[in-house]
């Protein structure tokens, strides 16, 4: 069974391309402001995904089927391509993949080497007007030079399925009054129908391959921290 969190970053870049943040303000004030939308479509598009692990591959995969580029970054680039993709480079080529993306996907490991990783340095590498969606950690992304971003008008829109204390209070209240900014309580896993059979499984075979001395699956590495 495939993870759920894919469709998470599409329906953020959907939401945004489409302009439907627009709406909720044309609902508080009652009256449309249709030049406000600039709806934008997503073929043709690059999308940039930072961490091309299992989620990240799968919103690659969804972003193709949608007709965008797919580029991404992930600590390993050996082997083929994963299916959608065109590009994949190591940390280092970030911020030239971030450049020429008109959205990007936070989908990487929270670790030492990660945290803070979308801070000033790769805000100013963006490219005008690009939306932005965390799915991952919220720390991955330094929320002062995110505040800072969106007061200048450098992003188009940010979804942040994930924030900076998520587990102990309520977002920032810059964040959470910004229009701009759509916040979800770290929800992308849900679904409709039941997905705990998959952890099951993979449980029991692992159960099994420890019994038989067989390698297990999704094994944690501990230097990576992943």
């Known amino acids: 069974m495939r993870p759920t969190c894919q469709w998470q970053n599409i329906g953020a870049f959907l939401h945004f391309a489409r302009g439907l943040h627009r709406a909720a303000e044309d609902r508080l004030k009652q009256r449309f402001d249709k030049g406000a939308y600039r709806p934008v479509q997503l073929s043709g598009k690059t999308a940039c995904i930072v ?6 591959q799968e919103v690659g995969r969804l ?9 991404g970054t992930r600590r390993s680039t050996g082997g083929d391509l994963p299916e959608g993709f065109e590009e994949i480079r190591g940390p ?28 000033k340095m790769a805000f ?6 690009a939306v932005l969606v965390n799915v ?19 992003l188009r829109g940010v979804a942040l399925e994930v924030y900076v204390g998520e587990f102990e ?12 900014v759509l916040i979800t309580p770290h929800v992308s896993a849900g679904a409709d129908v039941p997905l705990r059979s998959r952890y099951m499984d993979v449980f029991c075979h692992n159960l099994k391959a420890y019994r038989d ?4 699956e999704n094994v944690i590495d501990w230097v990576r921290g992943y």
Not at 213 to 216: A, W
């Open 136 to 154: 991952a950690r919220g720390e991955i992304i330094d929320e002062a030079a995110l505040i800072a971003a969106l007061a200048t008008g450098q």
């Open 213 to 216: 001395g067989r390698p297990l």
């Open 169 to 180: 209070g309520p977002p920032d209240e810059r964040l959470w009054k910004d229009p701009l």
């Open 124 to 129: 100013a590498a963006m490219k005008p007007g």
């Open 51 to 56: 961490g091309a692990g299992g989620i990240g």
């Open 92 to 119: 280092d080529g970030l911020f030239d993949l971030l450049g020429a993306a008109d959205f990007v996907a936070i989908c990487c490991q929270w670790t030492p080497e990660t945290e803070g990783l979308i801070g």
């Open 63 to 71: 972003a193709a089927a949608l007709g965008m580029r797919v580029v």
